[in-house]
Every structure is written in structure tokens, then in C-alpha cells.
């Protein structure tokens, strides 16, 4: 029987997802568990597979396209079924007046549906998966998909002279590799060099992962009640120890002063409970182990993987599962379950020789360290003044559950252990 193929909840925080592409066409089938889409959601590129084998008979959202949690974007069933009335009903929820609520079915996986009410759109479906190239609104505003936005900046390509394809003519991620193989140079407009008036501009969509980091951080510096903390760690025994762990090891190994500083961070943590919290309205919730989420710069934004019990696992298992984690994410491939729960964050922008900074605290963790490069300085060491590899760290606090004197202590135990890497062992 033929049914509605509906926007699934790919991830803990996604409202809606932006078809990156379909790998299937209408009119051919597809297995149980057989990926149909890709689904750009909050944090990543998702596989979006069906739950039973089936046809995919009509595509309603085609690629570059966004809809929202519930909405159906596709029709399935078997081949040859009569799906006018599907198809009707679809088109009446869209001309619907917006905030009338309809029923709808949201998959519990991805194929099989449960019945809920969602809001309906009034946005206009595209009749086809393939839409054929149609040119940029006569506004001067570029439409645009966040991907074929990223892939244009890659490669040097000026949007104004690219035809979309998508609805309304919006330019999506086949119009870039289309524009890009058939160009041998890139495409830019000439600019005179007086220049009268305001500046030009264009609109970009933002990214489901943009969107949420403006949420997440306009809630962080909001209601938080946040203040910062800010010591000096001499980084000379941490440096040791890492040459001396690494002496032995091939590249792919050795370990980096980021994993120290994570495996330091974790230990400290628990060793001062209030700082591995973090405030639930009418309770303070303690963790006993140190998720650490670490800091990780992608194309649309921020996103922190999470090191799991960081406290108990060694530099060399630190180590590992940062490189792998974070290559994960720079290619978009981190599952939820990878980037939510942390207890505590790391943020270290010390390899772009940044020294000092304060980083925005990621609710609902207590705390986030902002690190800072280490460098060689002069300083005073026993009445001589000798150089030393001097680090900033500046940590961020949720006043509602750190105190000025709690910070201190938890920043004094981080700094005591980077300082001397023996205490590890006490």
C-alpha cells in the first residue's frame, strides 16, 4: 500500500533537514534498510534508509530542499499503485493556512510511521527530483544550498554566474559540480575600481548547524550567569612528557599536548565535583565520570566531539579517539551519540597562535576551558629570571553552580598536575 515517506529525527536537536541528495529515482525500488537519501541535519550528513523494501513512486522534496520534522517527502509503495490521492492530500497540507495543525504520520525508524500532529507548511513541493535549471530570482538575491554555498567558496566560483536548478532556481550541490566541470576558469565579475553607493550583498541560508549554534550560544550568554577565571601554567614537564611518551612512536601515534591537557582536565574534574555538574532547575546533577567534549572547527561552524569517561583512559586511547572523532566530524560523519552529553569542554586555539581568550559555556555543562598557545617567556624562577613555556588558560564558569574560590581550587589541581605529570601517578 502506498504511503507517505516522511522527514525523520536524525538527530537529538534537529527541527528540520535539507535533502543533500537521493540516491534513488523515482520509479526504482529499494530494500529493507537500503539508504534512499542523504539528509544535511544540525550536525551532520545523515543516511536516510527505509525501514521495508518497497518503490520509491514520487519524490516530494527534491534535492536542496528542506522540510521539516513530520512533512512528507516522499511517496512509496509498489510499483504501478494509483497515488492521486496521496498526492492531493499532500498538496492540500501545503496550501494550508500556516499554524493549522494537520495529521500527520512520523517515522518511528525510517520506513514505518506513528501517528502525531505537526504543523503544516505552506511552501511549495517540487513535482520532480530532477528540476529543470531555471535562473536566480530578478530580486538580485542568490538562493542557495549551505553545501553548494561551501563547495562555490572552495573553488573560487561566483554564484551570480551560476544557474540553479533547484526550486525557484535555487542553486544546489549538482549546479556547483556542473558549473565547475564545464569552466576551466573561474567565473568572476568585474569590479571597477570606483565605487559609488552601498556595497552589494547577497543572502546565503544558513545551515541547520549554524542555526544551532546561534541558538546554543544566545541561551549560553543569556540566562547563564557566567564568570571567567584565568591562570598561567608553565608547560615545560607537560613537553617532556610528550617527547618522551613519542620518542618511540610512528606519526600516526604519537600523542599531542591537547591530549595531556584533556586527560589533566578529566582528572581534575573529578576530583572537584561541582565543576563535573551541571544545574537542573530545581537540582544540581553530579556526574561521575568526565565526558570531555573537545572542540572541533568545521566549514558551517563549532561542533565537540565527546571523549567518553576521559578520566579513566590513558594519553595513547585519548589520543586516538580525538584524531578519529574529529576527522569524523570534518567530513560530517558523527552520529549523535558522538557530539551530545558532554559533562565539560575544551576549546584550544593555541595551534593558531592565539594566547589568550574566553570561550561561551555549552549548556548544560558547568564549565568550558579556553586554551591558549604556549610560547617561551622570561620569568622569575627563584630570584632568576630564566624562560619557560608559559600557557593561558582562561575557564568560563556557570556561576549557578561554580563559585569564585570553587573555579580556584578545580584550576589550581589542572594546574598542579600540567605543572608536574608525576602527581598522575600519586
Same mark, same amino acid.
Given at each position: ?72 517527502? /516522499?511517496?512509496? #509503495?509498489?510499483? !504501478?499503485?494509483? %497515488? ?9 497540507? *501545503? =496550501? +494550508? &493556512? ?64 551560476? /544557474?540553479?536548478? #533547484?526550486?525557484? !532556481?535555487?542553486? %544546489? ?9 564545464? *569552466? =576551466? +576558469? &573561474? ?73 595531556? %591537557? ?12 561541582? &565543576? ?151
Amino acid at each position: 500500500m502506498a504511503e507517505k515517506f516522511l522527514m525523520p529525527k536524525l538527530s537529538p536537536t534537529m527541527e528540520e533537514g535539507q535533502i543533500a541528495r537521493w540516491l534513488k529515482k523515482e520509479g526504482e525500488s529499494f530494500d529493507a534498510n537500503e539508504t534512499l537519501a542523504e539528509v544535511d541535519t544540525d550536525k551532520a550528513t545523515m543516511e536516510m534508509t527505509a525501514l521495508s523494501a518497497g518503490v520509491l513512486l514520487k519524490i516530494i522534496r527534491a534535492a536542496g530542499e528542506t522540510a521539516a520534522l513530520g512533512e512528507a517527502i /516522499a511517496i512509496t #509503495g509498489k510499483a !504501478g499503485e494509483d %497515488i492521486s490521492a496521496l498526492v492531493a492530500e499532500i498538496g492540500a497540507a *501545503k =496550501t +494550508a &493556512v500556516p499554524g493549522k495543525t494537520s495529521d500527520a504520520k512520523l517515522p518511528t525508524g525510517n520506513g514505518s510511521s506513528t501517528s502525531v500532529t505537526v504543523e503544516s507548511v505552506s511552501a511549495k513541493a517540487s513535482d520532480a527530483a530532477q528540476p529543470s535549471p531555471s535562473t536566480a530570482p530578478p530580486t538580485g538575491r542568490v538562493l542557495v544550498s549551505p553545501i553548494a554555498a561551501r563547495m562555490a567558496s572552495e573553488r573560487g566560483i561566483d554564484l551570480r554566474g551560476v /544557474a540553479g536548478s #533547484g526550486p525557484q !532556481g535555487r542553486i %544546489i550541490k549538482r549546479d556547483i559540480e556542473s558549473f565547475a566541470g564545464t *569552466k =576551466t +576558469a &573561474v567565473a568572476r565579475t568585474f569590479v571597477p575600481s570606483q565605487v559609488f553607493g552601498a556595497s552589494a550583498f547577497r543572502d546565503e541560508t544558513s545551515s541547520q548547524i549554524r542555526r544551532v549554534i546561534a541558538d546554543r550560544l544566545t541561551q549560553s550568554i543569556g540566562p547563564i550567569p557566567t564568570f571567567y577565571l584565568t591562570v598561567d601554567v608553565e608547560m615545560d614537564n607537560a613537553m617532556v612528557l610528550r617527547k618522551a611518551i613519542n620518542a618511540e612512536l610512528s606519526n600516526e601515534q604519537k600523542i599531542s599536548l591537547n591530549d595531556i %591537557i584533556i586527560k589533566m582536565t578529566a582528572v581534575s574534574l573529578i576530583k572537584h565535583p561541582f &565543576v563535573n555538574s551541571s544545574y537542573q532547575d530545581r537540582a544540581i546533577r553530579f556526574y561521575e565520570d568526565a565526558d570531555i567534549g573537545v572542540a572541533v572547527a568545521i566549514d558551517e561552524g563549532l561542533i565537540t566531539p565527546v571523549i567518553r569517561s576521559a578520566n579513566k583512559k590513558s594519553f595513547h586511547e585519548i589520543a586516538d579517539e580525538v584524531k578519529d572523532k574529529a576527522a569524523k566530524a570534518r567530513s560530517k560523519k558523527l552520529q549523535p551519540e558522538d557530539y551530545t552529553g558532554a559533562t565539560f569542554s575544551i576549546s584550544n586555539l593555541g595551534m593558531f597562535g592565539i594566547k589568550e581568550f574566553t570561550a561561551i559555556i555549552n549548556p548544560p555543562e558547568a564549565g568550558i576551558l579556553a586554551i591558549g598557545a604556549s610560547t617561551p617567556v622570561p620569568v622569575v624562577r627563584e630570584g632568576q629570571v630564566v624562560i619557560r613555556n608559559m600557557m593561558n588558560i582562561t575557564m568560563s564558569c556557570d556561576h549557578r553552580v561554580v563559585d569564585g574560590a570553587t573555579g580556584a581550587k578545580f584550576l589550581q589541581t589542572l594546574k598542579s598536575l600540567l605543572e608536574n605529570p608525576a602527581l598522575l601517578l600519586a
